[in-house]
């Protein structure tokens, strides 16, 4: 039981500290929506950018502009997180950043087979259209998510931003981003045992690995 024990304790250290050192690299995300017809769907992709650690939301076109702005930023991400237009979503990339074209395009790579760069920004395309045919061809990579039917934007840039933090190895390990996240009144956990127990096949599966690599 002791051997376990310590298996556990070693097995949280190592994803923490792989975790720490993670998290002091610079990585920048940008979300770029080509001209947004729906206030809604911007206001999620603003909550988004708060929830996944985007720098910048930034759009074309004037659609937003004459609708009702972020009717579903709940959270006013807007306060810490800039929402900008441009004239060419194009120009707002900044140096070393990689663009990403997120669409239905043909010849697209799914969204599960793809590798994210750190430094991004995702350029989604509209509502009720697509990217253009000369911003695809300045893109890095077309990315495309196999739903049967198609998901609506800011669905869209929830799935893509959630695909690159569970790739990156960037979330937090322990229990102080939930106690910071969750709602006032949820004060739920999970049975200690069981999640001592989650720790320790944890623990066994990574000593087997070593072994088997040793």
């Known amino acids: 039981m002791v051997r376990n024990n310590t298996s556990s304790k070693l097995l949280c250290q190592i994803l923490m ?83 990403i074209c997120v669409d239905l395009i043909e010849g697209a790579t799914p969204l599960p087979n793809f590798e994210h760069p750190e430094n991004a920004m995702y350029l989604f395309g509209p509502e009720d259209g697509t990217i253009k045919q000369q911003v695809i061809n300045k893109a890095d990579a077309v990315v495309y998510i196999p739903t049967i039917g198609c998901m609506n934007l800011a669905a869209s840039v929830n799935v893509v931003l959630y695909d690159k933090l569970a790739k990156s190895q960037q979330h937090q390990l322990d229990n102080d981003l939930i106690k910071k996240s969750r709602d006032k009144n949820n004060k739920i956990k999970v049975k200690e045992l069981k999640y001592k127990n989650n720790i320790i096949k944890e623990a066994k599966k990574l000593a087997r690995e070593q072994a088997e690599n040793s």
């Open 17 to 99: 500290q792989e975790n720490k050192s993670q998290s002091n690299k610079t990585i920048r995300t940008i979300i770029a929506l080509t001209n947004p017809k729906s206030s809604s769907n911007v206001g999620g992709a603003m909550r988004a950018a708060g929830c996944y650690d985007a720098q910048k939301v930034v759009y074309s076109g004037d659609r937003f502009n004459r609708a009702v702005r972020l009717a579903a930023d709940t959270q006013k991400v807007h306060e810490i997180v800039p929402l900008m237009h441009y004239d060419d979503l194009v120009t707002a990339l900044e140096p070393g950043m990689k663009l």
